[in-house]
């Protein structure tokens, strides 16, 4: 299956910051992983016109459960396919710290993204306390049990793992650590999703940057990359996707 490097922007950059580096990494697309970038909603419309061909795809970083109605603040799955986005984040750890998103909520937003025909990314991980308890596999399939709708497989769904402790701390499970918690996905992928579990994309999020990007990405089930800081440099971006 085609790798997919994601570029998570967060809440980072402003306008020009933002178009220039979404032409920076469309001049430098056209290798073998799918590109995606994801910026902060306001610069959606203006990214994507800085993206061209198709090389590089647009995504949004959460989206509402509703299609439409009352919730000031939020944007609707809908909005994020008629601006041109093809994929959207969903259950970002920072999104369940900081909005208290539950796996159910998680789950009614990926329906959502799925009736509108995007592509939801669907953020699993544990945090390090569990991890230390031993306690990361469980908890990982647990997430995934709760947070992925039954269409997921359907619509080609992605996984990223993301270790609540390696984002942004420049630290990394060791690569058998990934490479075990990768196959507890993909089993349980196949377990609840059948063949079709075995063809979705499980992305590794959680300090990748090109120092470490292809090595871990050489590992089996390891079918591209979540990226938050390094996603903000076009160099690094692209250098990461070089690595698949
Ligand atoms: C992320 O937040 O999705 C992420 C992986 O961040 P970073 O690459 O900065 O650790």
């Known amino acids: 299956m085609r790798p997919l490097?994601?570029?998570n922007w967060k809440m980072h950059?402003?306008?020009?910051?933002?178009?220039?580096?979404?032409?920076?990494?469309?001049?430098?697309?056209?290798?073998?992983?799918?590109?995606?970038?994801?910026?902060?909603?306001?610069?959606?419309?203006p990214v994507a016109g800085k993206l061209?061909?198709?090389?590089?795809?647009?995504?949004?970083?959460?989206?509402?459960?509703a299609a439409k109605g009352a919730h000031t603040g939020d944007v609707a799955a809908p909005m994020l396919r008629d601006v041109g986005a093809r994929y959207v984040i969903l259950g970002h750890s920072e999104r369940r710290a900081n909005h208290a998103e539950?796996?159910?909520?998680?789950r009614a937003k990926a329906e959502a993204a799925l009736a509108a025909g995007l592509v939801p990314i669907v953020c699993?991980?544990?945090?390090e306390a569990e991890r230390l308890a031993a306690q990361a596999e469980p908890v990982v399939t647990g997430q995934?049990?709760?947070?992925?709708?039954?269409g997921f497989a359907a619509a080609g769904g992605v996984v990223a793992y993301e270790p609540v402790w390696a984002?942004?701390?420049g630290r990394t499970p060791t690569e058998a650590e990934i490479a075990a918690i990768h196959a507890a996905i993909r089993a349980n992928l196949k377990t609840r999703f059948g063949a079709a579990g075995g063809g979705l994309r499980i992305l590794y999020g959680g300090s990748v940057k090109p120092a470490n990007a292809k090595a871990i990405l050489a590992l089996p089930d390891v079918d591209?990359?979540?990226?938050?800081?390094a996603s903000l440099v076009a160099a690094d971006f692209l250098a990461i996707a070089a690595g698949v």
């Open 52 to 65: 061209s061909g198709g090389a590089v795809a647009l995504g949004g970083q959460d989206c509402h459960a």
């Open 5 to 7: 490097i994601a570029g």
């Open 13 to 45: 950059g402003s306008l020009t910051e933002a178009a220039s580096l979404a032409e920076a990494v469309q001049a430098g697309a056209g290798g073998a992983a799918e590109l995606l970038v994801c910026p902060p909603f306001p610069y959606l419309v």
């Open 224 to 229: 591209g990359a979540l990226v938050g800081g």
């Open 167 to 169: 984002i942004g701390t």
């Open 102 to 106: 539950t796996d159910a909520a998680v």
């Open 124 to 127: 699993v991980g544990e945090s």
């Open 144 to 150: 995934l049990d709760g947070s992925l709708p039954d």
